[in-house]
């Protein structure tokens, strides 16, 4: 089918920047509209941005709005979340999800694959 693998996760001081890649394998056909979501331990995991297919259409949480930026190159097949001015509060693992639809859903339930997600931990 389809595997996705995140990579660019580490650590970065409070203000600092980091982007995080998210490269599709296997029947990447299959892979339209693509997204980024977040989780801490012991909650829910948080919508962070969303993009279809050709780039024309493009959602971010209110939380990182003016701060992150969701892009893709279609002839890599791979999705990057450009993520600017961190904050602890962005503190969790990162999640590239893809969908074989190409509706750019907010929700975890619009969405077909998964990576297994990078850990990105800003510091105070």
């Known amino acids: 089918q389809v595997q996705l693998e995140e990579s660019g996760g580490g650590l970065v001081q409070a203000g600092g920047s980091l982007r995080l890649s998210c490269a599709a394998s296997?029947?990447?056909?299959?892979?339209?509209?693509m997204g980024w979501f977040r989780q801490v331990p012991g909650k829910e995991r948080e919508f962070v941005a969303t993009i279809n297919w050709s780039a024309s259409s493009t959602y971010y949480a209110d939380s990182v709005k003016g701060r992150f930026t969701i892009s893709r190159d279609n002839a890599k097949s791979t999705v990057y979340l450009q993520m600017n001015s961190l904050k602890p509060e962005d503190t969790a693992v990162y999640y590239c999800a893809a969908s074989k639809s190409n509706s750019n859903s907010r929700s975890w339930y619009g969405y077909d694959y998964w990576g297994q997600g990078t850990q990105v931990t800003v510091s105070s």
């Open positions: 296997g029947r990447t056909w299959y892979v339209y509209a």
